[in-house]
């Protein structure tokens, strides 16, 4: 997945070098923290300082979260993760949204197993759990009622491949039945397949 951004931070952690990036031009603000795939010291990536604004590439099938606490405040957030593969710097002011048109977008797959169908109307919602790291990350798929029909055949506990449009990633606030609050990253869908056996 590609994607506009401005750099929040830049350091080291453990063994890798971790940006914290706004991405700019989605629906919904949403902050990532991309790792990136070769390990590299903060001297090699000298130039991704504070309010640094760059595209960015990263690795859909690593796509996970995490929850920050802010050592000065204590508060906490739930940030994006996942593995970056390239980085260019952006010498151009124009808003994301006009920049984008100039990049050919490239649909995400993301694959996982069915835990929730719920219909909005002609709509429909499904969540997948993918697994990620040794947890389950879900991701919503929203299907518009034009292309609902992708997901008619599909049932809770099957194995699924979904096509979604890069640059609709949202997010969506889910409450388990314990009152936990989490936020689950959410995608547009456009095809779904059953995974093979």
């Known amino acids: 997945m590609k994607y506009i951004g401005t750099v929040v931070d830049n ?3 453990k063994e890798r070098t971790e940006t914290i990036i706004s991405i700019e ?6 902050q990532i923290a991309v790792i990136w ?14 309010g640094t604004r760059l595209i960015f590439a990263s690795h859909e099938d690593t796509l996970t979260q995490r929850t920050d606490t802010d050592e000065t405040t204590g508060a906490t957030s739930t940030i994006l993760v996942a593995v970056g593969a390239f980085y260019d710097l952006i010498d151009d002011d124009r ?5 984008y048109e100039t990049i050919e977008p ?35 798929t929203r299907w518009p009622a034009t292309i609902a029909s992708a997901v008619e055949d599909i049932s809770i506990g099957d194995e699924v491949i ?3 449009e890069e640059r609709s990633l949202s997010w969506t606030v889910d409450i388990d039945d314990a009152g936990r609050r ?12 059953r995974a093979p056996r």
């Open 37 to 50: 795939s070769i390990p590299r010291s903060p001297d090699a990536l000298y130039e991704l300082v504070l």
């Open 106 to 140: 490239k649909p995400l797959d993301f694959a996982g197993t069915v835990v929730a169908i719920e219909a909005q109307g002609a709509n429909r919602s499904v969540t997948l759990r993918m697994p990620r790291h040794g947890q389950h990350q879900p991701i919503q």
């Open 25 to 30: 031009g989605l629906a919904r603000p949403q």
């Open 182 to 193: 989490a936020i689950v990253p959410a995608v547009t869908g456009i095809k779904a397949l």
């Open 162 to 164: 979904v096509t979604a």
């Open 11 to 13: 350091y080291q952690r």
């Open 95 to 99: 808003d994301a949204t006009v920049i």
